[in-house]
C-alpha cells in the first residue's frame, strides 16, 4: 500500500504569514490528492481536490500544488481562524489513505 | 443541503458486534459513492470502507477487512456498516461521508459522527 507522510507534524505561524505544509506519497498518485481542514471538535471540512482545486466557498488564501508524490498546502497569509490540522488524502486507489496532519498554531 | 446523520454508536464489549447507520437526505443518495472514516480519540482519520452508488463495489482497509461490511439501501436513502469481532482499537468515532460527484474518492461532505466505544 501507498504511505502518505505529512510535514512538519506541527508548526506555529505568525498571523499574516505564509505557511507551506508538504504532503509526500510513497509511490506516484497523479493529481489523485485533497486536503482537508480539521478544526477542534469539529468535522473534517475539504479545502483542495485535484491536488490544486480550490472547493467552493474556501477562500483564496488556500492553495494546493504538486503532481506525482510530492504536494503542498499553502496558506498565503495565515489568519486566526485557519487554526486547525491539515489532512492530506490519496484517492488514486484503494485504500483512500489520509496522511497524519499537520497542526497549524498561531505564534 | 446534503444531510449526513449517523446513528448506532454505543459501548460494546471486545469480540462483539454493532451495526451503525447513516440516514441522508438533500441529494440524490443511489448517484453517491459513499464512505465510513473512522477517527479514534487524539488521532487523524482513518478511511474503513467504501461502497458504490449501486451497492456492487466494495473496498475495506486493511485493518478491517473481513471483519467488517458495508452495505446501503437506496430505497430508505441509507448507508450501513455492519461490525463484527470488534477490538478496543476499533473505538472511533464513525464519520459517513459522502463521495464526489464523479466517484474519484475525495469526500466533500461529512456527517457529525457516532461514537464507537469498544470495551469491556
Known amino acids: 500500500d501507498i504511505q502518505m507522510t505529512q510535514s512538519p507534524s506541527s508548526l506555529s505561524a505568525s498571523v499574516g504569514d505564509r505557511v507551506t505544509i508538504t504532503c509526500r506519497a510513497s509511490q506516484g498518485i497523479t493529481n489523485y490528492l485533497a486536503w482537508y481542514q480539521q478544526k477542534s471538535g469539529k468535522v473534517p471540512q475539504l479545502l483542495i481536490y485535484?491536488?490544486?482545486t480550490l472547493q467552493p466557498g474556501v477562500p483564496s488564501r488556500f492553495s494546493g500544488s504538486g503532481s506525482g508524490t510530492d504536494f503542498t498546502l499553502t496558506i498565503s497569509s495565515l489568519h486566526p481562524e485557519d487554526v486547525a490540522t491539515y489532512y492530506c488524502q490519496k484517492y488514486n486507489s484503494d485504500p483512500f489513505t489520509f496522511g497524519p496532519g499537520t497542526k497549524v498554531n498561531i505564534k | 443541503e446534503v444531510h449526513l446523520l449517523e446513528s448506532g454508536g454505543t459501548l460494546v464489549q471486545p469480540g462483539g458486534s454493532l451495526r451503525v447507520s447513516c440516514a441522508a437526505s438533500g441529494f440524490t443518495f443511489s448517484s453517491y459513492a459513499m464512505s465510513w472514516v473512522r477517527q479514534a480519540p487524539g488521532q487523524g482519520p482513518e478511511w474503513v470502507s467504501v461502497i458504490s452508488g449501486r451497492g456492487d463495489t466494495t473496498y475495506y482497509a486493511g485493518s478491517v477487512k473481513g471483519r467488517f461490511t458495508i452495505s446501503r439501501d437506496n430505497s430508505k436513502n441509507t448507508l450501513y456498516l455492519q461490525m463484527n469481532s470488534l477490538r478496543a482499537e476499533d473505538t472511533a468515532v464513525y464519520y459517513c461521508a459522502k463521495w464526489d460527484y464523479n466517484g474519484l474518492g475525495y469526500i466533500d461532505d461529512w456527517g457529525h459522527g457516532t461514537l464507537v466505544t469498544v470495551s469491556a
Open positions: 485535484d491536488a490544486s
